[in-house]
Protein backbone atom coordinates (compact mmCIF):
# COMPACT_ATOMS: atom_id res chain seq x y z
CA UNK A 1 0.00 0.00 0.00
CA UNK A 2 3.06 2.36 0.89
CA UNK A 3 3.92 2.30 -2.81
CA UNK A 4 0.25 2.18 -4.44
CA UNK A 5 -0.18 5.79 -2.29
CA UNK A 6 3.52 7.48 -2.91
CA UNK A 7 3.16 6.60 -6.70
CA UNK A 8 -0.50 8.25 -6.46
CA UNK A 9 1.17 11.50 -5.14
CA UNK A 10 4.71 11.19 -7.24
CA UNK A 11 2.39 11.08 -10.54
CA UNK A 12 0.68 13.96 -9.34
CA UNK A 13 4.16 15.88 -9.79
CA UNK A 14 5.31 14.54 -11.99
CA UNK A 15 2.20 15.01 -14.34
CA UNK A 16 3.11 19.22 -13.49
CA UNK A 17 7.02 18.50 -14.79
CA UNK A 18 8.63 18.28 -11.93
CA UNK A 19 9.82 15.14 -9.52
CA UNK A 20 10.04 14.55 -5.97
CA UNK A 21 12.62 12.53 -4.82
CA UNK A 22 11.82 13.07 -1.50
CA UNK A 23 8.73 11.78 -1.02
CA UNK A 24 9.72 8.47 0.75
CA UNK A 25 11.64 9.88 3.15
CA UNK A 26 8.57 12.58 4.25
CA UNK A 27 6.88 9.20 4.37
CA UNK A 28 9.79 7.80 6.96
CA UNK A 29 9.59 11.20 8.81
CA UNK A 30 5.94 10.76 9.37
CA UNK A 31 5.88 7.68 10.29
CA UNK A 32 8.44 8.16 13.18
CA UNK A 33 6.90 11.59 14.27
CA UNK A 34 3.86 9.60 14.54
CA UNK A 35 5.68 7.05 17.04
CA UNK A 36 7.54 9.40 18.72
CA UNK A 37 4.60 11.90 19.68
CA UNK A 38 2.88 8.95 20.77
CA UNK A 39 5.78 6.81 22.58
CA UNK A 40 7.99 9.57 23.94
CA UNK A 41 5.15 12.36 25.07
CA UNK A 42 2.30 9.79 25.21
CA UNK A 43 -0.17 11.47 23.27
CA UNK A 44 -2.97 9.89 21.98
CA UNK A 45 -2.87 8.22 18.20
CA UNK A 46 -5.41 11.00 16.71
CA UNK A 47 -3.69 13.97 17.71
CA UNK A 48 0.14 12.45 16.64
CA UNK A 49 -1.69 11.46 13.23
CA UNK A 50 -2.76 14.23 12.64
CA UNK A 51 0.31 16.24 13.38
CA UNK A 52 2.33 13.52 11.47
CA UNK A 53 0.24 14.56 8.36
CA UNK A 54 0.66 18.24 9.25
CA UNK A 55 5.05 17.54 8.98
CA UNK A 56 4.09 15.64 5.80
CA UNK A 57 2.09 18.65 4.37
CA UNK A 58 4.62 21.37 5.72
CA UNK A 59 7.28 19.55 3.93
CA UNK A 60 5.81 18.56 0.17
CA UNK A 61 4.79 22.77 0.66
CA UNK A 62 8.42 23.40 1.46
CA UNK A 63 9.09 21.51 -1.70
CA UNK A 64 6.77 23.55 -3.74
CA UNK A 65 8.11 26.92 -2.44
CA UNK A 66 11.65 25.78 -2.61
CA UNK A 67 10.81 24.84 -6.33
CA UNK A 68 8.78 27.71 -8.24
CA UNK A 69 9.15 30.78 -5.44
CA UNK A 70 12.96 30.14 -5.70
CA UNK A 71 13.32 28.61 -9.06
CA UNK A 72 15.49 25.58 -7.56
CA UNK A 73 16.22 22.49 -9.90
CA UNK A 74 13.45 20.35 -9.04
CA UNK A 75 15.16 17.04 -8.66
CA UNK A 76 18.21 18.25 -6.85
CA UNK A 77 16.22 20.43 -4.40
CA UNK A 78 14.23 17.46 -3.62
CA UNK A 79 16.94 15.22 -2.99
CA UNK A 80 18.29 17.81 -0.71
CA UNK A 81 14.94 18.00 1.27
CA UNK A 82 15.34 13.94 0.95
CA UNK A 83 18.83 14.08 2.76
CA UNK A 84 16.71 16.38 5.63
CA UNK A 85 13.98 14.41 5.96
CA UNK A 86 15.60 11.25 6.12
CA UNK A 87 18.21 12.76 8.38
CA UNK A 88 15.58 14.33 11.06
CA UNK A 89 13.34 10.83 10.85
CA UNK A 90 16.76 9.40 11.99
CA UNK A 91 17.59 11.94 14.26
CA UNK A 92 14.57 11.31 16.67
CA UNK A 93 14.72 8.00 16.10
CA UNK A 94 17.67 6.14 15.43
CA UNK A 95 16.50 2.44 16.62
CA UNK A 96 13.22 1.23 15.13
CA UNK A 97 10.85 1.00 17.74
CA UNK A 98 7.48 -0.81 17.74
CA UNK A 99 4.22 0.02 18.27
CA UNK A 100 2.17 -0.23 21.50
CA UNK A 101 -0.72 1.65 22.60
CA UNK A 102 -4.73 1.05 23.81
CA UNK A 103 -5.26 1.32 20.33
CA UNK A 104 -3.29 -1.35 17.94
CA UNK A 105 -3.28 0.65 14.95
CA UNK A 106 -1.56 -2.49 13.14
CA UNK A 107 -5.17 -4.32 13.93
CA UNK A 108 -6.85 -1.80 12.77
CA UNK A 109 -4.93 -1.50 9.46
CA UNK A 110 -5.23 -5.41 8.78
CA UNK A 111 -9.25 -5.41 9.51
CA UNK A 112 -11.67 -4.54 7.05
CA UNK A 113 -14.50 -2.29 7.54
CA UNK A 114 -17.59 -2.55 5.58
CA UNK A 115 -15.98 -5.72 3.73
CA UNK A 116 -13.25 -3.27 2.71
CA UNK A 117 -10.01 -3.68 3.77
CA UNK A 118 -9.20 -0.92 6.00
CA UNK A 119 -5.90 0.51 3.99
CA UNK A 120 -8.01 1.01 1.00
CA UNK A 121 -10.06 3.95 2.62
CA UNK A 122 -6.93 5.46 2.90
CA UNK A 123 -6.42 4.81 -0.83
CA UNK A 124 -9.96 6.22 -1.68
CA UNK A 125 -9.08 9.39 0.11
CA UNK A 126 -6.42 10.61 -1.12
CA UNK A 127 -7.78 9.33 -4.70
CA UNK A 128 -11.22 11.80 -3.64
CA UNK A 129 -8.62 14.73 -2.86
CA UNK A 130 -6.90 13.82 -6.60
CA UNK A 131 -9.95 14.06 -8.14
CA UNK A 132 -11.44 16.76 -6.74
CA UNK A 133 -8.02 18.73 -7.40
CA UNK A 134 -8.57 17.43 -11.24
CA UNK A 135 -12.38 18.80 -10.97
CA UNK A 136 -10.91 22.35 -9.65
CA UNK A 137 -9.38 24.90 -12.38
CA UNK A 138 -5.69 23.78 -11.03
CA UNK A 139 -6.53 20.22 -12.55
CA UNK A 140 -6.01 21.12 -16.13
CA UNK A 141 -3.53 23.79 -14.87
CA UNK A 142 -1.23 20.81 -14.00
CA UNK A 143 -1.44 19.39 -17.52
CA UNK A 144 -0.79 22.80 -18.95
CA UNK A 145 2.21 23.30 -17.03
CA UNK A 146 3.44 19.78 -17.62
CA UNK A 147 3.65 20.34 -21.16
CA UNK A 148 5.52 23.38 -21.55
CA UNK A 149 5.93 25.69 -18.43
CA UNK A 150 6.28 29.08 -20.50
CA UNK A 151 3.79 28.49 -22.28
CA UNK A 152 1.51 27.60 -19.55
CA UNK A 153 2.95 30.68 -17.64
CA UNK A 154 2.39 33.07 -20.88
CA UNK A 155 -1.31 31.74 -20.95
CA UNK A 156 -2.06 33.06 -17.59
CA UNK A 157 -1.39 29.85 -15.34
CA UNK A 158 -0.89 30.26 -11.78
CA UNK A 159 2.36 28.83 -12.09
CA UNK A 160 3.62 28.98 -8.70
CA UNK A 161 0.15 28.08 -7.00
CA UNK A 162 -0.07 24.74 -9.38
CA UNK A 163 3.37 23.88 -8.78
CA UNK A 164 2.79 23.89 -4.94
CA UNK A 165 -0.28 22.02 -4.78
CA UNK A 166 1.26 19.34 -6.47
CA UNK A 167 4.17 19.11 -4.04
CA UNK A 168 1.62 19.51 -1.15
CA UNK A 169 -0.84 16.83 -2.37
CA UNK A 170 2.54 14.36 -2.54
CA UNK A 171 3.96 15.33 0.72
CA UNK A 172 -0.08 14.50 1.91
CA UNK A 173 0.34 11.22 -0.10
CA UNK A 174 3.66 10.59 1.69
CA UNK A 175 2.11 11.48 5.09
CA UNK A 176 -0.81 8.19 4.18
CA UNK A 177 1.97 6.12 3.41
CA UNK A 178 3.92 7.13 6.59
CA UNK A 179 0.68 5.71 8.46
CA UNK A 180 0.37 2.78 6.85
CA UNK A 181 4.17 1.77 7.19
CA UNK A 182 3.30 1.20 10.55
CA UNK A 183 0.27 -0.26 9.90
CA UNK A 184 2.41 -3.03 7.86
CA UNK A 185 5.18 -2.78 10.30
CA UNK A 186 3.70 -2.40 13.66
CA UNK A 187 6.19 0.40 14.59
CA UNK A 188 8.48 3.29 13.57
CA UNK A 189 11.52 2.67 11.39
CA UNK A 190 13.46 6.15 10.08
CA UNK A 191 15.23 3.68 7.04
CA UNK A 192 12.34 1.89 5.51
CA UNK A 193 10.90 4.95 3.77
CA UNK A 194 13.08 5.89 1.38
CA UNK A 195 13.37 2.65 -0.01
CA UNK A 196 9.80 3.24 -1.70
CA UNK A 197 10.97 6.52 -3.87
CA UNK A 198 11.96 4.59 -6.63
CA UNK A 199 9.54 1.97 -7.23
CA UNK A 200 6.99 5.11 -6.59
CA UNK A 201 9.04 6.03 -10.07
CA UNK A 202 8.88 2.83 -11.69
CA UNK A 203 5.13 2.56 -10.81
CA UNK A 204 4.52 6.02 -12.57
CA UNK A 205 6.36 4.87 -15.79
CA UNK A 206 4.56 1.48 -15.68
CA UNK A 207 1.15 3.25 -14.99
CA UNK A 208 1.67 5.20 -18.75
CA UNK A 209 2.89 8.45 -17.29
CA UNK A 210 5.51 10.15 -19.38
CA UNK A 211 8.58 11.84 -17.32
CA UNK A 212 8.90 14.53 -19.56
CA UNK A 213 5.65 15.88 -17.98
CA UNK A 214 2.27 16.62 -19.45
CA UNK A 215 0.93 13.41 -19.73
CA UNK A 216 -1.13 10.89 -18.25
CA UNK A 217 -3.48 9.78 -15.31
CA UNK A 218 -2.94 9.56 -11.93
CA UNK A 219 -4.69 6.24 -11.61
CA UNK A 220 -2.13 4.97 -13.97
CA UNK A 221 0.27 5.52 -11.27
CA UNK A 222 -1.82 3.44 -8.69
CA UNK A 223 -2.50 0.55 -11.35
CA UNK A 224 0.87 1.09 -11.69
CA UNK A 225 1.46 0.42 -8.19
CA UNK A 226 -0.49 -2.72 -7.53
CA UNK A 227 1.07 -4.25 -10.82
CA UNK A 228 4.36 -3.62 -9.03
CA UNK A 229 3.81 -4.94 -5.56
CA UNK A 230 1.74 -7.98 -7.27
CA UNK A 231 5.30 -8.59 -9.08
CA UNK A 232 7.82 -7.92 -6.12
CA UNK A 233 5.18 -10.64 -4.24
CA UNK A 234 5.82 -13.22 -7.04
CA UNK A 235 9.14 -12.92 -7.20
CA UNK A 236 9.73 -13.26 -3.40
CA UNK A 237 7.49 -16.24 -3.62
CA UNK A 238 9.04 -18.62 -5.68
CA UNK A 239 11.89 -19.44 -3.37
CA UNK A 240 14.72 -17.02 -4.43
CA UNK A 241 18.01 -17.13 -1.91
CA UNK A 242 17.57 -14.19 -0.13
CA UNK A 243 20.93 -13.08 -0.68
CA UNK A 244 19.39 -12.63 -4.17
CA UNK A 245 16.02 -11.26 -3.40
CA UNK A 246 16.98 -7.14 -3.47
CA UNK A 247 18.90 -8.16 -6.30
CA UNK A 248 15.91 -9.71 -8.70
CA UNK A 249 13.32 -6.61 -7.17
CA UNK A 250 15.55 -3.94 -8.26
CA UNK A 251 16.39 -5.59 -11.75
CA UNK A 252 12.65 -5.98 -12.37
CA UNK A 253 11.90 -2.75 -11.39
CA UNK A 254 14.71 -1.44 -13.77
CA UNK A 255 13.44 -3.20 -16.92
CA UNK A 256 9.86 -2.00 -15.84
CA UNK A 257 11.39 1.39 -16.35
CA UNK A 258 13.40 0.62 -19.40
CA UNK A 259 11.32 -2.14 -21.21
CA UNK A 260 8.53 0.78 -21.67
CA UNK A 261 11.02 3.48 -22.98
CA UNK A 262 12.48 0.54 -25.46
CA UNK A 263 9.30 -0.21 -26.88
CA UNK A 264 7.93 3.50 -27.36
CA UNK A 265 11.42 4.01 -29.17
CA UNK A 266 10.26 1.04 -31.30
CA UNK A 267 7.09 2.51 -32.49
CA UNK A 268 8.11 5.82 -32.95
CA UNK A 269 11.09 4.50 -35.35
CA UNK A 270 8.40 2.32 -37.14
CA UNK A 271 6.22 5.45 -37.44
CA UNK A 272 8.64 7.66 -38.11
CA UNK B 1 70.30 54.51 -19.82
CA UNK B 2 67.62 54.00 -22.79
CA UNK B 3 69.00 50.71 -23.05
CA UNK B 4 68.65 49.94 -19.45
CA UNK B 5 64.67 51.11 -19.96
CA UNK B 6 64.18 49.15 -23.00
CA UNK B 7 65.57 46.18 -21.05
CA UNK B 8 63.04 46.45 -18.31
CA UNK B 9 60.48 47.42 -20.46
CA UNK B 10 61.02 43.55 -22.26
CA UNK B 11 61.12 42.07 -19.10
CA UNK B 12 57.93 43.48 -17.88
CA UNK B 13 56.81 42.18 -21.35
CA UNK B 14 57.77 38.94 -20.63
CA UNK B 15 56.16 38.37 -17.09
CA UNK B 16 53.43 40.46 -18.29
CA UNK B 17 52.83 37.69 -21.28
CA UNK B 18 53.47 34.87 -18.77
CA UNK B 19 50.87 35.90 -16.66
CA UNK B 20 48.53 36.42 -19.00
CA UNK B 21 48.82 32.58 -20.36
CA UNK B 22 48.79 31.81 -17.10
CA UNK B 23 45.52 33.65 -16.34
CA UNK B 24 44.14 32.20 -19.20
CA UNK B 25 43.54 29.14 -17.01
CA UNK B 26 41.46 30.67 -14.65
CA UNK B 27 39.00 32.92 -15.83
CA UNK B 28 37.32 35.44 -13.04
CA UNK B 29 34.28 33.66 -12.52
CA UNK B 30 35.96 30.48 -11.49
CA UNK B 31 38.37 32.39 -9.09
CA UNK B 32 35.03 33.20 -7.19
CA UNK B 33 34.31 29.23 -7.53
CA UNK B 34 37.69 28.33 -6.13
CA UNK B 35 37.44 30.80 -3.60
CA UNK B 36 34.34 29.53 -1.61
CA UNK B 37 35.57 26.25 -0.48
CA UNK B 38 39.17 27.56 -0.37
CA UNK B 39 38.03 30.00 2.36
CA UNK B 40 35.29 27.44 3.86
CA UNK B 41 38.13 24.92 4.15
CA UNK B 42 40.24 27.68 6.53
CA UNK B 43 37.30 28.81 8.35
CA UNK B 44 36.40 25.41 8.93
CA UNK B 45 39.75 24.29 10.01
CA UNK B 46 39.70 27.02 12.54
CA UNK B 47 36.44 26.05 13.81
CA UNK B 48 37.27 22.67 14.42
CA UNK B 49 40.50 23.92 16.13
CA UNK B 50 38.42 25.87 18.77
CA UNK B 51 35.94 23.08 19.53
CA UNK B 52 38.55 20.25 19.69
CA UNK B 53 41.81 21.15 20.29
CA UNK B 54 44.41 19.35 18.11
CA UNK B 55 42.21 19.53 15.22
CA UNK B 56 43.96 21.26 12.97
CA UNK B 57 47.73 19.81 12.60
CA UNK B 58 49.81 19.14 9.47
CA UNK B 59 49.31 15.36 9.82
CA UNK B 60 45.63 16.04 10.57
CA UNK B 61 45.53 18.51 7.45
CA UNK B 62 47.52 16.14 4.89
CA UNK B 63 44.51 12.92 6.38
CA UNK B 64 42.07 14.85 5.51
CA UNK B 65 43.54 15.49 2.35
CA UNK B 66 43.86 11.93 1.63
CA UNK B 67 40.05 11.48 2.96
CA UNK B 68 38.98 13.86 0.58
CA UNK B 69 40.99 11.98 -2.59
CA UNK B 70 37.67 9.38 -1.83
CA UNK B 71 34.76 12.37 -2.86
CA UNK B 72 37.39 13.83 -5.39
CA UNK B 73 37.70 10.58 -7.40
CA UNK B 74 33.98 10.10 -6.69
CA UNK B 75 33.48 13.67 -8.21
CA UNK B 76 34.99 12.79 -12.05
CA UNK B 77 32.08 10.74 -12.86
CA UNK B 78 29.87 13.43 -11.41
CA UNK B 79 31.33 16.46 -13.07
CA UNK B 80 31.23 15.01 -16.01
CA UNK B 81 27.75 13.41 -16.24
CA UNK B 82 26.64 17.30 -15.38
CA UNK B 83 28.45 19.05 -16.80
CA UNK B 84 27.12 17.27 -19.90
CA UNK B 85 23.89 18.90 -19.52
CA UNK B 86 20.42 18.10 -20.53
CA UNK B 87 19.23 17.03 -16.71
CA UNK B 88 22.37 14.93 -16.62
CA UNK B 89 23.13 13.40 -13.36
CA UNK B 90 24.38 10.39 -11.76
CA UNK B 91 22.72 8.93 -8.79
CA UNK B 92 24.60 5.41 -8.72
CA UNK B 93 27.62 6.98 -7.69
CA UNK B 94 27.80 5.76 -4.55
CA UNK B 95 25.74 2.23 -4.85
CA UNK B 96 28.88 1.63 -7.83
CA UNK B 97 31.86 2.93 -4.96
CA UNK B 98 29.97 0.01 -2.97
CA UNK B 99 30.00 -2.50 -5.12
CA UNK B 100 33.57 -1.23 -6.39
CA UNK B 101 34.45 -1.87 -2.74
CA UNK B 102 32.85 -5.87 -2.26
CA UNK B 103 34.28 -6.74 -5.86
CA UNK B 104 37.55 -5.39 -4.79
CA UNK B 105 37.69 -7.44 -1.82
CA UNK B 106 36.03 -11.02 -3.58
CA UNK B 107 38.45 -10.83 -6.58
CA UNK B 108 41.68 -9.46 -5.61
CA UNK B 109 41.94 -12.16 -2.75
CA UNK B 110 44.81 -10.87 -0.97
CA UNK B 111 47.20 -11.14 -3.87
CA UNK B 112 48.70 -8.52 -5.71
CA UNK B 113 47.89 -10.45 -9.19
CA UNK B 114 44.14 -9.92 -8.01
CA UNK B 115 43.83 -6.32 -7.67
CA UNK B 116 45.01 -6.08 -11.37
CA UNK B 117 41.78 -8.42 -11.91
CA UNK B 118 39.59 -6.64 -9.71
CA UNK B 119 40.61 -3.17 -11.10
CA UNK B 120 39.47 -4.81 -14.50
CA UNK B 121 36.57 -6.64 -13.75
CA UNK B 122 35.69 -3.83 -11.63
CA UNK B 123 36.13 -1.34 -14.49
CA UNK B 124 33.83 -3.24 -17.03
CA UNK B 125 31.35 -3.25 -15.03
CA UNK B 126 30.94 0.59 -14.17
CA UNK B 127 31.76 0.76 -18.00
CA UNK B 128 28.38 -1.35 -18.58
CA UNK B 129 26.87 0.31 -16.15
CA UNK B 130 27.29 3.74 -17.75
CA UNK B 131 26.68 2.06 -21.15
CA UNK B 132 22.96 1.34 -19.91
CA UNK B 133 22.61 4.81 -18.09
CA UNK B 134 23.90 6.72 -21.15
CA UNK B 135 21.96 4.50 -24.05
CA UNK B 136 18.89 5.35 -21.59
CA UNK B 137 19.35 8.67 -21.48
CA UNK B 138 20.19 9.22 -24.80
CA UNK B 139 18.36 6.65 -27.06
CA UNK B 140 14.75 6.50 -24.62
CA UNK B 141 14.74 9.46 -23.54
CA UNK B 142 14.06 8.38 -19.89
CA UNK B 143 15.45 11.43 -17.32
CA UNK B 144 19.03 10.37 -15.84
CA UNK B 145 18.25 10.49 -12.80
CA UNK B 146 15.67 7.62 -12.96
CA UNK B 147 18.00 5.72 -14.79
CA UNK B 148 20.86 6.10 -12.52
CA UNK B 149 18.55 6.25 -9.28
CA UNK B 150 17.49 2.48 -10.99
CA UNK B 151 20.52 1.09 -11.75
CA UNK B 152 22.18 2.12 -8.90
CA UNK B 153 19.73 0.33 -6.79
CA UNK B 154 20.02 -2.33 -9.05
CA UNK B 155 24.38 -2.61 -7.95
CA UNK B 156 22.88 -2.58 -4.23
CA UNK B 157 21.12 -5.60 -4.91
CA UNK B 158 24.33 -7.09 -6.45
CA UNK B 159 26.45 -5.72 -3.27
CA UNK B 160 23.75 -7.67 -1.40
CA UNK B 161 24.59 -11.04 -3.40
CA UNK B 162 28.55 -10.49 -3.41
CA UNK B 163 28.92 -10.40 0.05
CA UNK B 164 26.09 -12.29 1.69
CA UNK B 165 25.51 -9.48 3.73
CA UNK B 166 28.28 -9.87 5.95
CA UNK B 167 31.77 -7.56 6.18
CA UNK B 168 34.14 -9.76 3.80
CA UNK B 169 37.78 -9.74 2.19
CA UNK B 170 41.60 -9.39 3.38
CA UNK B 171 43.06 -6.39 1.41
CA UNK B 172 46.01 -7.59 -0.51
CA UNK B 173 49.50 -5.98 0.79
CA UNK B 174 49.82 -3.40 -2.12
CA UNK B 175 46.17 -2.40 -1.15
CA UNK B 176 47.08 -1.78 2.19
CA UNK B 177 50.24 0.63 1.07
CA UNK B 178 48.07 2.64 -1.25
CA UNK B 179 45.25 3.21 0.96
CA UNK B 180 46.65 3.42 4.15
CA UNK B 181 50.77 3.92 3.19
CA UNK B 182 52.95 7.11 3.44
CA UNK B 183 54.66 7.72 -0.09
CA UNK B 184 57.05 10.50 2.17
CA UNK B 185 56.68 12.89 4.86
CA UNK B 186 52.59 13.49 5.69
CA UNK B 187 52.10 12.99 1.98
CA UNK B 188 49.95 9.24 1.65
CA UNK B 189 49.97 7.28 -2.08
CA UNK B 190 46.13 8.02 -2.36
CA UNK B 191 46.63 11.37 -2.23
CA UNK B 192 49.70 11.30 -4.97
CA UNK B 193 46.64 9.03 -6.80
CA UNK B 194 44.36 11.95 -6.62
CA UNK B 195 46.43 14.43 -7.48
CA UNK B 196 47.67 12.88 -10.64
CA UNK B 197 43.68 12.39 -11.57
CA UNK B 198 42.93 16.02 -10.95
CA UNK B 199 45.34 16.70 -13.50
CA UNK B 200 45.04 14.13 -15.98
CA UNK B 201 40.89 15.26 -15.55
CA UNK B 202 41.36 18.77 -16.15
CA UNK B 203 43.94 18.34 -19.16
CA UNK B 204 41.12 15.96 -20.38
CA UNK B 205 38.25 18.73 -19.94
CA UNK B 206 40.65 22.12 -21.04
CA UNK B 207 42.61 20.02 -23.82
CA UNK B 208 40.93 17.56 -25.62
CA UNK B 209 38.53 17.11 -28.17
CA UNK B 210 36.14 15.37 -26.51
CA UNK B 211 36.70 17.97 -23.16
CA UNK B 212 35.72 20.69 -25.46
CA UNK B 213 32.74 18.82 -27.16
CA UNK B 214 31.57 17.99 -23.85
CA UNK B 215 31.14 21.80 -23.01
CA UNK B 216 29.45 22.90 -26.12
CA UNK B 217 27.09 19.33 -25.91
CA UNK B 218 26.39 20.91 -21.95
CA UNK B 219 25.85 24.48 -23.10
CA UNK B 220 23.60 23.34 -26.02
CA UNK B 221 22.95 20.15 -27.92
CA UNK B 222 21.64 21.59 -30.90
CA UNK B 223 24.18 24.08 -31.37
CA UNK B 224 26.91 21.08 -30.66
CA UNK B 225 24.96 18.72 -32.99
CA UNK B 226 24.78 21.68 -35.80
CA UNK B 227 28.45 22.50 -35.85
CA UNK B 228 29.53 18.84 -36.35
CA UNK B 229 30.08 17.29 -32.56
CA UNK B 230 28.63 14.10 -32.42
CA UNK B 231 26.64 14.65 -29.54
CA UNK B 232 24.98 10.95 -28.96
CA UNK B 233 28.32 9.24 -28.88
CA UNK B 234 29.86 11.89 -26.71
CA UNK B 235 27.11 11.77 -24.14
CA UNK B 236 27.04 8.11 -24.01
CA UNK B 237 30.88 7.99 -23.97
CA UNK B 238 30.76 10.53 -20.57
CA UNK B 239 28.39 7.93 -18.93
CA UNK B 240 30.81 5.23 -19.72
CA UNK B 241 33.58 7.36 -18.04
CA UNK B 242 31.62 8.13 -14.95
CA UNK B 243 30.47 4.45 -14.47
CA UNK B 244 34.25 3.24 -14.89
CA UNK B 245 35.66 5.92 -12.58
CA UNK B 246 33.03 5.38 -9.74
CA UNK B 247 33.79 2.07 -9.85
CA UNK B 248 37.25 2.24 -9.98
CA UNK B 249 36.58 4.80 -6.66
CA UNK B 250 35.18 2.01 -4.50
CA UNK B 251 38.19 -0.33 -5.06
CA UNK B 252 40.13 3.09 -3.65
CA UNK B 253 37.35 2.85 -0.91
CA UNK B 254 38.23 -0.61 -0.13
CA UNK B 255 41.76 0.10 -0.42
CA UNK B 256 41.47 2.69 2.51
CA UNK B 257 38.28 0.91 4.74
CA UNK B 258 40.20 -3.03 4.41
CA UNK B 259 37.05 -4.49 4.60
CA UNK B 260 33.15 -4.11 2.95
CA UNK B 261 30.53 -3.06 4.62
CA UNK B 262 26.83 -2.53 3.27
CA UNK B 263 26.15 0.74 2.05
CA UNK B 264 29.56 2.11 2.45
CA UNK B 265 30.13 3.95 -0.33
CA UNK B 266 26.25 5.28 -0.27
CA UNK B 267 26.82 8.35 1.13
CA UNK B 268 29.60 9.80 -1.77
CA UNK B 269 26.34 10.33 -4.26
CA UNK B 270 25.44 12.74 -2.59
CA UNK B 271 28.69 14.35 -1.62
CA UNK B 272 29.79 14.09 -5.14
CA UNK B 273 26.31 16.26 -6.11
CA UNK B 274 27.17 18.65 -3.10
CA UNK B 275 30.70 18.92 -4.26
CA UNK B 276 30.04 19.80 -7.98
CA UNK B 277 27.15 22.23 -7.16
CA UNK B 278 29.42 24.16 -4.46
CA UNK B 279 32.35 23.95 -6.60
CA UNK B 280 30.54 26.12 -8.97
CA UNK B 281 29.21 23.49 -11.54
CA UNK B 282 25.87 24.52 -13.32
CA UNK B 283 23.28 21.93 -12.95
CA UNK B 284 22.22 22.89 -16.10
CA UNK B 285 25.22 21.98 -17.34
CA UNK B 286 28.28 23.28 -19.64
CA UNK B 287 29.56 25.08 -16.91
CA UNK B 288 32.14 24.77 -14.53
CA UNK B 289 35.32 22.81 -13.50
CA UNK B 290 36.75 19.48 -11.84
CA UNK B 291 39.34 21.66 -9.77
CA UNK B 292 36.27 23.17 -7.90
CA UNK B 293 34.41 20.14 -7.25
CA UNK B 294 38.06 18.98 -5.93
CA UNK B 295 37.96 22.11 -4.04
CA UNK B 296 34.37 21.97 -2.14
CA UNK B 297 35.17 18.04 -1.85
CA UNK B 298 38.20 19.00 0.45
CA UNK B 299 35.93 21.26 2.46
CA UNK B 300 33.24 18.87 2.78
CA UNK B 301 35.26 16.22 3.98
CA UNK B 302 36.70 18.94 6.88
CA UNK B 303 33.14 19.85 7.71
CA UNK B 304 32.53 16.11 8.12
CA UNK B 305 35.34 15.52 10.26
CA UNK B 306 34.29 18.98 12.12
CA UNK B 307 30.63 17.31 12.86
CA UNK B 308 32.11 13.80 14.27
CA UNK B 309 34.48 15.31 16.44
CA UNK B 310 32.09 17.04 18.08
CA UNK B 311 30.19 13.83 18.25
CA UNK B 312 26.68 14.37 15.98
CA UNK B 313 24.81 11.72 15.40
CA UNK B 314 24.10 10.21 12.05
CA UNK B 315 20.56 11.57 11.40
CA UNK B 316 21.76 14.97 12.10
CA UNK B 317 24.57 14.72 10.42
CA UNK B 318 22.01 13.53 7.34
CA UNK B 319 20.17 16.71 8.10
CA UNK B 320 23.04 19.47 8.18
CA UNK B 321 24.06 17.85 4.96
CA UNK B 322 21.08 18.09 3.60
CA UNK B 323 20.46 21.92 4.98
CA UNK B 324 24.02 22.58 3.69
CA UNK B 325 23.14 21.58 -0.24
CA UNK B 326 20.09 23.41 0.08
CA UNK B 327 21.84 26.68 0.98
CA UNK B 328 24.44 26.31 -1.59
CA UNK B 329 21.42 25.71 -3.75
CA UNK B 330 19.62 28.95 -2.83
CA UNK B 331 22.86 30.94 -3.38
CA UNK B 332 24.39 29.93 -6.16
CA UNK B 333 21.66 28.04 -8.53
CA UNK B 334 18.56 29.99 -8.72
CA UNK B 335 17.16 29.34 -12.43
CA UNK B 336 15.83 32.88 -14.51
CA UNK B 337 12.47 34.13 -14.02
CA UNK B 338 9.92 32.88 -16.62
CA UNK B 339 9.63 36.98 -17.44
CA UNK B 340 13.03 36.56 -18.90
Known sequence: MPVILISLGLSTVIIGGGIDLSIGTIAALVNCVIIVLIKKFGWD?????????????FFGGLNGILISIFRLNALITTFATSWITGGLALWILPQPSAFTSAIDLSKIYQSSYLGIPTPFYMLILALAIWYFIMGSSVGPQIYAMGNDLKRAYITGV??????????????????????????????????????????????????????????????????????????????????????????????????????????????????? | MNKLKQAGTSEAATIQSITKSALRYINEGDIRNYLTPVLGTIFLF?????????????????????????????????????????????????????????????????????????????????????????????????????????????????????????????????????????????????????????????????????????????TSERAAALSGIKTTSTIVFTYVIAGIASALAGVMLFAVVGSTQSGMGDSYTMLAIAAVVIGGTSIAGGKGTYLGSVLSALMLTVLIGVLTVIQIPQGARNFIQGMILLVILLVYARSPTLRQ
Open chain 1, 158 to 272: NVTKTRVVTYVFSGFTASLAGISIIGIMGGGFATVGGEYTLPGIAACVIGGISLTGGVGEAFGGVIGGFFLAFLTALVLAVNINPYFQELTKNAIILMSIIVPSVIRFLVRRRSG
Open chain 1, 45 to 57: PAPAILSGVVVGL
Open chain 2, 46 to 218: ILGQILAPGFTSVKSIFNYMALASLTIFACIGQSLVIISGNGGIDLSVGALMSLGAAWGGAMSGGTSVGILWSVLSMGAIGAACGLISGTSVKYLSVPAMVVTLSVGNLLSGGFLAITKGQPAGTPAALFKTIGAGHAFWYIRWILLIAIVCIIVVELVLRKTKYGKSLYLVG
